[in-house]
């Protein structure tokens, strides 16, 4: 039977894993071996995909991979009797013992050389903690697959010689997406001095399949068990002293948000880098088993290719392992002849045969075997956890059959309206307040020093009426992100792409999707970065192209402004029904993008449940406080001298005079160019053409430049119509520049001009249809 009929509570063991290419390598390096043991857990709500448990974690699957894994049901196993005894050891400190790090011996590296380290590991086994930990600096760190999508470097505290990079987290050296990627070429090419190792203790058998791995790389290596105080706290125990046996390499307890262990860690990783200690094992394919025919394999193919891989400077066993699995990058890397890759083909069926697994399967099989050792004689495993256990009641609620889907929209909508209706706008109120004051007081000022009239004008009416109406937004937009943070934080967001994965492949994406666009409601910039955590090409453009449609922060001051002056008293319905239109738009135009430019299927959606885990404040405290300052930075850069700029051409006339009658300004003359356009849709006024282009440097500029035009007598000018219709241009025309600059550094420079053009004709013609709709009403 295939692992699609397997009932929820059910176990079986795999007999075969189907299917072919990086997905299936995927599968396998997620531990989806023959033989291995899983159980389903549940369906999601719409009914695909599933969650099992294997080797401990939780992991996502659709029904159509699910299908092609074929089991055979088995009991639940009964859990092993331990080699380990559980009993405490204590772990010599550095040089104590002399086992790995002889004292006064070796061969240091030259002072003065920059010791490089590389953060590998898992996602969410803490990297990006530990990061912060080590270099004192203030990465966002989240709970979800993925949040680090960039490389960060930075210096060790008190260790001016150290370089350390956070990478992105990938399971194996096999990269299945395209943040995988940079994390692998990191190691392969850049070479660091040593690589340090995180490791999620409370999940060791998966993260130690990625460690094997690692030790193949011909690198220094030193593995950091992190999370050791959920791991005790739950009854785990570990025996450091025999996995660093069993390992090759020096192993240390840590707990990266507790900051425990950090100090040992960061003297052995010194050292091991300094003196340049290599793993002291690399051969983990065991003669004894199943005749030695993969040991016989390997060893016969690291012979053939030797000069090819020393020529290349690439690690000769991780080579020889992925020649085997039949990787293209490493093969044409090491430039192998016909011949060459004829015999070792031989050697590979041959071993197929003998071992009676697939090559892939075979590899990912060794490894297991040998991390199921290691665990078998190194780890007492804790009792299912506390957070486990917490874990599995609360998604009983927010992965629910019936209540999951409920559950997101409430709490969607407790976020919006505690944002704008509560929290944000109470803050609100308190900055404008604070901001007049300023305002009144500094007019008072420059009338008694009897300043400049037209300075005067420029600092009271130009930039304390432009910036201040953009900056009373600050309270409300950090006050969003940081109820995103928390969703994001707390492990909600992995299971939100859980539950909607269905839904989002009816448009041609997957679940994994979701997390870009929830982040676009706060801004498009880190939206668009987050895609590269989607395994597929097809779903990464697809993704961008439809973020922009989710309504970004910086477009909140528009809806407010315009509410207030012309639809007083039923702000939360229109600003609600701009962010569903923001929403619908996109999923029209995912419809005609699935039928035209991305046809094709949407790709498989294997993906880790992370436990709930309590957001950090300091974590949370560190984002909002980077969101704060990147949002000041703008007002006071990009919008205060956007708001000048208008100001000085809206006061003076092609001959640089001063002038009283706005009408003659410079302004008036370019933005008259674009008016034309602009008038099926009734906004064919200069001073909303000019305010929509300033808008195009920054969405928030668009209401600084209609305070500075308009003079604050905007609705004598203005009908409700053409306010709808301008809401709605607003909502959906190109994205600020920001935004296209992301887009063209993901992209390129053909798509973020497409972008912006296909953006504007979309809200021109959305503008069309709010100002036919609203005439046939007899409206406007
Ligand atoms: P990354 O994806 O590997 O960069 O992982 P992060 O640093 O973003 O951390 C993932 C989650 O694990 C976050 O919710 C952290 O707060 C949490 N975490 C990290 N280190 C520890 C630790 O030592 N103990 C516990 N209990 N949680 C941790
Ligand atoms: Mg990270």
Redesign the pocket.
């Given at each position: 039977m295939t692992l699609r009929e397997l009932e929820p509570d059910k176990s079986a063991v795999i007999e075969s894993v189907g299917g072919d290419g990086a997905l299936r390598q995927h599968l396998l390096d997620m531990g989806m071996i023959p033989g291995a043991e899983l159980t389903v857990m549940k369906y999601a709500p719409m009914g695909d995909p599933m969650e099992i448990k294997i080797h401990g974690y939780e992991l996502t699957l659709r029904l159509a991979e699910a299908e092609q894994i074929v089991i055979r049901e088995a009991e639940k196993k009964q859990e092993k009797e331990s080699g380990f005894s559980g009993k405490h050891e204590a772990h010599p400190g550095l040089g104590e013992s002399g086992k790995f790090h002889p004292k006064g011996s070796g061969d240091p590296l030259p002072e003065g050389e920059i010791l490089t380290f590389a953060l590998v590991?898992n996602?969410?086994?803490?990297?990006?903690?530990l990061f912060n930990c080590l270099t004192g600096s203030n990465q966002h760190?989240?709970?979800f697959p993925g949040?680090?999508v960039d490389r960060k470097d930075g210096r060790i505290k008190g260790h001016p010689e150290t370089l350390i990079t956070d990478l992105p987290?990938i399971y194996s050296m096999s990269p299945y997406s395209s943040e995988e990627i940079v994390s692998r070429n990191f190691v392969l090419n850049e070479k660091p001095k040593a690589i340090i190792n995180i490791v999620d203790a409370t999940n060791i058998e998966r993260n130690l399949y990625l460690t094997m791995q690692l030790l193949e790389m011909d690198i220094p290596v030193v593995v950091a068990l992190?999370?050791m105080?959920?791991l005790t706290a739950n009854g785990g125990v570990i025996n450091v002293n025999m996995m660093e046996k069993l390992l090759g390499v020096p192993v240390v307890l840590i707990?990266?948000?507790?900051g425990a262990g950090i100090e040992e860690l960061v003297s052995h990783a010194v050292h091991i880098a300094r003196y340049q200690e290599k793993p002291l094992k690399q051969d983990f394919c065991d003669e004894s088993l199943y005749g030695g025919s993969v040991h016989r394999s390997i060893h016969a193919i690291i012979h053939l290719i030797q000069d090819h891989a020393v020529e290349k400077k690439m690690p000769l066993r991780f080579a020889a392992e992925k020649v085997i699995e039949g990787d293209e990058l490493v093969i044409s890397g090491l430039g192998l002849d016909r011949n060459e890759i004829e015999t070792m083909e031989h050697i590979v069926l041959q071993m197929e045969k003998e071992r009676g697994l697939d090559r892939s399967a075979a590899m990912a099989d060794m490894r297991f075997a040998y991390i199921e050792k290691v665990c078998d004689l190194a780890v007492k495993k804790p009792k299912e956890s506390r957070e486990r256990i917490r874990s599995e009641k609360i998604d009983r609620i927010l992965t629910g059959k019936y209540t999951a889907i409920p559950v997101f929209i409430a709490i969607m909508g407790l976020v919006f309206w505690l944002t704008f209706n509560v929290i944000g706008a109470w803050l609100q109120g308190l900055l404008e307040m604070g901001i007049d004051a300023l305002a009144s007081s500094t007019d008072r000022m420059l009338t008694n020093a009897n300043v400049n009239e037209a300075l005067h004008g420029l600092i009271i009416d130009g930039i304390f009426s432009g910036v201040g109406s953009v900056l009373s937004f600050l309270p409300i937009i950090v006050t969003l992100f940081f109820f995103l943070s928390l969703l994001e934080?707390s492990g909600y967001i992995a299971r939100v792409a859980f539950v909607m994965d269905k839904l989002l492949r009816k448009i041609g994406l997957s679940g994994r999707s979701i997390v870009p666009m929830l982040i676009g409601f706060g801004c498009t910039v880190p939206a668009v970065m987050a895609t590269r955590t989607l395994p597929s090409e097809r779903d990464r453009r697809m993704t961008i192209l439809l973020t922009p449609f989710m309504s970004c922060s910086a477009k909140l001051p528009i809806y407010a402004f315009f509410v207030s002056a012309f639809f007083p008293g039923r702000g939360w319905l229109i600003i609600t029904g701009l962010y569903l239109l923001g929403i619908v738009t996109g999923i029209l135009v995912a419809f005609l993008y699935r039928g035209t430019m991305f046809k094709g299927a949407a790709v498989p959606f294997v993906m880790e449940l992370p436990n709930y885990?309590m957001p950090?404040i300091k974590?949370v405290a560190q984002l909002l406080w980077e969101k704060a300052r990147d949002f000041l930075q703008r007002a006071f850069s990009v919008i205060l001298i956007a708001t000048i700029v208008v100001w000085l051409l809206k006061n003076f006339d092609l001959h640089l005079n001063l002038t009283a009658d706005s009408q003659n300004s410079i302004l008036a003359v370019i933005s008259g160019l674009i008016a034309p356009i602009m008038v099926p849709v009734g906004l064919g006024d200069w001073r909303i053409c000019t305010s929509l282009i300033c808008g195009i440097l920054a969405k928030e500029s668009v209401v600084s430049t209609m305070k500075i035009l308009f003079e604050n007598n905007a609705a004598s000018v203005l009908s409700p119509l053409s306010a709808a219709a301008l809401l709605v241009f607003s909502l959906l025309y190109t994205p600020c520049i920001a935004a296209v600059a992301s887009i063209r550094r993901e992209l390129g420079h053909k798509w973020a001009v497409s972008v912006v053009l296909w953006q504007c004709a979309v809200a021109w013609m959305a503008a069309l249809i709010v100002r036919l709709i609203g005439m046939l009403l007899g409206l406007g």
């Open positions: 590991g996602q969410n086994s803490g990297k990006t903690t760190v989240g709970n949040v680090t987290g992190n999370m105080d959920e707990s990266a948000a507790k934080d885990r950090g974590n």
